[in-house]
């Protein structure tokens, strides 16, 4: 379990009114390290067979880090 995995999308926890600025930097962030480690992975062959979401996560980094 994860600390996202109370989010269907990056775009969840960006619009997500309950969180602050801080905490959705940090569960996005979190989101990032492990969807590079996922690509790791799969550039090593090995895969979970999940889609790859990086570029929607940096994008939701990108979107919070410009809200007041």
Partial sequence: MTIYDNYNTP?????ASNLSKDEKLEILEKWEADEMALIR???EGLS????NQLKQVRNAIAAV???D
């Fill in 11 to 15: 775009a969840d926890i960006q619009n």
């Fill in 41 to 43: 992975a799969a550039s």
């Fill in 65 to 67: 880090k410009e809200q």
């Fill in 48 to 51: 979970g067979g999940e889609d």
